[in-house]
């Protein structure tokens, strides 16, 4: 699919109730109002692109950018192109997006630090969102690793900026939900912390209360844990002295 090909099919796709549900969430203009599902049904069609990725993002319109960080090549990304597409993103959703994609490119390392340093509402927000990202969803990295954030949300939440500040306190939660010694840790910081203030605009989000949504989430993720245990059978080795029967290709 080519850049023409794209946009059209994306501006036939938007919708006017997308357009005012986007915008009071902060999307900028120029948009389609293009549903996530139909992005999605995009992507599996391009599948990776990384060309059309960076031809999409150049054009500005905040549907074509969303669709640029599903098909995006995140080998092929660097440090520089992150910052860039993390300056750019301009609104929560997009810094978001812009972090999943982060999260799977060689860069990763580099940029999360400099993003949780920087004064850029967007690129912080990015910064914070790969924390969560990965705080739920890595097994590569120790709790420790995660354990070293929870005294910058802890000290840091109360003067970040707003969408930083929302993205802290989701930072926290998935820190809590990923173990049980974690969530004491989590639980303990917010604590601390009490209560945050989210300005969510004219939206009907609201913001979660990470004393009460830690053991919520904790206790579904341990279910989930334990289901998945359950489905990997354990191999049994052979009786001693019994012969491999070796099967004709």
């Given at each position: 699919?080519?850049?023409?090909?794209?946009?059209?099919?994306?501006?036939?796709?938007?919708?006017?109730?997308?357009?005012?549900?986007?915008?009071?969430?902060?999307?900028?203009?120029?948009?389609?109002?293009?549903?996530?599902?139909?992005?999605?049904?995009?992507k599996k069609r391009i599948r990776v692109d990384h060309d059309l990725a960076l031809a999409l993002?150049?054009?500005?319109?905040?549907?074509?950018?969303?669709?640029?960080?599903?098909i995006a090549d995140p080998s092929r990304l660097d440090g520089a192109l992150l910052d860039s597409w993390a300056r750019d993103a301009r609104w929560y959703g997009g810094a978001d997006q812009v972090a999943g994609l982060a999260v799977r490119s060689p860069a990763a390392r580099e940029v999360r630090p400099r993003w949780l340093r920087s004064g850029h509402e967007w690129t912080a927000r990015a910064g914070w969102s790969m924390v969560a990202h990965e705080a739920l969803y890595s097994d590569e990295q120790p709790d420790a690793a995660f354990e070293g954030y929870l005294p910058a949300i802890e000290n840091g939440i109360r003067s970040a900026p707003n969408r930083v500040r929302d993205a802290m306190l989701h930072a926290l939660i998935a820190i809590g939900?990923?173990?049980?010694?974690?969530?004491?840790?989590?639980?303990?910081?917010?604590?601390?912390i009490g209560p945050v203030e989210v300005d969510h605009g004219e939206t009907g989000c609201r913001t979660p209360d990470p004393l009460t949504y830690i053991p919520?989430?904790?206790?579904?993720?341990?279910?989930?844990?334990?289901?998945?245990?359950?489905?990997?059978?354990?191999?049994?080795?052979?009786?001693?002295?019994?012969?491999?029967?070796?099967?004709?290709?």
């Open positions: 699919m080519d850049l023409a090909s794209a946009m059209r099919e994306l501006e036939i796709a938007g919708t006017e109730q997308n357009r005012k549900v986007y915008r009071r969430h902060g999307m900028p203009d120029p948009i389609f109002g293009v549903s996530f599902g139909r992005l999605g049904e995009m993002w150049a054009t500005g319109n905040a549907d074509a950018r969303n669709l640029a960080t599903m939900t990923r173990s049980d010694p974690l969530a004491d840790r989590a639980l303990a910081a917010a604590g601390r919520k989430a904790r206790d579904h993720r341990r279910k989930r844990d334990l289901q998945i245990q359950s489905r990997r059978k354990p191999l049994v080795p052979p009786p001693a002295g019994a012969r491999r029967t070796l099967r004709p290709r």
